[in-house]
Nanobody, 115 residues
Framework: QVQLVESGGGLVQPGGSLRLSCAASESIMGIDAMGWHRQAPGNERELVAYIFSGGTTLHNDPVKGRFTISRDNAKNTVYLQMNSLKPEDTAVYYC?????????WGQGTQVTVSS
């Protein structure tokens, strides 16, 4: 099973930026898709964005135009660039990878947007 390690979370003021990283323990060249979900206290986990093996991306409406998912195959890493952050973006962000019928999750990284 692929191991995933997220990093880059933290505390940021509204309007600020953060870049999350998700490093995989093996090559991501053969994966079906990688992405990010998030979960705020009391809420269900929701999709943020994902990227297919061919490079096609999808960003959910609440983050469209502010967040960008990308990947670096040489580093086996997927990134989530988050700009114009809002307090409602506060959540634990989880990275995931889909290979065939299997999905692996990272441990999550906390993002807090507050003044």
């Amino acid at each position: 099973q692929v191991q995933l390690v997220e990093s880059g979370g933290g505390l940021v003021q509204p309007g600020g930026s953060l870049r999350l990283s998700c490093a995989a323990s093996e090559s991501i060249m053969g994966i079906d898709a990688m992405g990010w979900h998030r979960q705020a206290p009391g809420n269900e986990r929701e999709l943020v964005a994902y990227i297919f093996s061919g490079g096609t991306t999808l960003h959910n409406d609440p983050v469209k135009g502010r967040f960008t998912i990308s990947r670096d195959n040489a580093k086996n890493t997927v990134y989530l660039q988050m700009n114009s952050l809002k307090p409602e973006d506060t959540a634990v962000y989880y990275c995931w990878v889909k290979i065939g019928g299997s999905i692996s999750w990272g441990q999550g990284t906390q993002v807090t947007v507050s003044s």
